[in-house]
């Protein structure tokens, strides 16, 4: 079975493939002060309450943002799953041409994001993965990585908004519950803010993207937020949860082979 990590600022999401599906997902808050014990007691209680044992796990992929978190992710894998990982921007050949003047400036997860979108959609098309940062990607007809835009994401402005303000309070991030746009108190005022603030950002973006690339693009949306923006933001045309661990499997299995060839 293979463990795939993708870590984030804010969440790691941990996945199990067993070779022919996805068997079970978890997240965690990400945390580089964890040491790899920590992440192996945690992963073996969760495993044992889906059925599945730690010790199963014969392969092991990374991807992370998070350079000091890192250390501790590649020490589980090799001290208790037995196995040396592949880690994004390290021992993983992308296969993605990055068309920017600055390649090594695009994060390990944008590309992997793009991997996992091309196994399902045709480019070119505007990736946006929504997390600590709302990254709008863009993927050429011909599979590569053109650029894009890097913006707050939603959690980020709602706590800036709360952490900058002595009187604003912490709110739920969704639409007020009157149903209207104005709000009339100042959890509604807030909540229409952040929220039809945050849809108008993401259908500006997406329109001026397309205006200035000229041609039609396909919009999928993904991350750990991205579900609050279904039947909100009129731009996006697929809601894909799997994007990025996809993308890591994908990667998985090109380098595997090419491990073998060697």
Known sequence: MLLAVDTGNTNTLFAIHDGKEWRAQWRSATDSTKTADDYAVWLTQLMHLGGLKIEDIDACIISSVVPQGLFNMRN???????????????????????????PSEVGADRLVNAVGALEVYDGP??????????????????????????????????RALHDASAKLPRVAIQPPASGKIIGTDTVSAMQSGVFWGYMALIDGLVTRIKEEYGTNMTTVATGGVASL????????????????????????QRNKDIARKK
Request: aromatic share 8%; glycine share 12%; net charge negative.
């Open 229 to 252: 923006f279904e039947g909100a933001a009129s731009t996006i045309d697929h809601f894909d949860p799997d994007l990025t661990i996809r993308g890591l499997l994908v990667l998985y």
């Open 76 to 102: 589980l894998a090799r001290r208790y799953l037995n196995v040396e990982p592949f880690v994004i921007g390290e021992n993983v050949e992308m296969d993605v041409a990055v068309k920017i003047p600055k």
């Open 125 to 158: 098309m505007i990736v946006i993965d929504s997390g600590t940062a709302t990254t709008f990607d863009i993927v050429g007809a011909d599979g590569g990585f053109e650029g894009g835009i890097i913006a707050p994401g939603i959690n980020l402005s709602m």
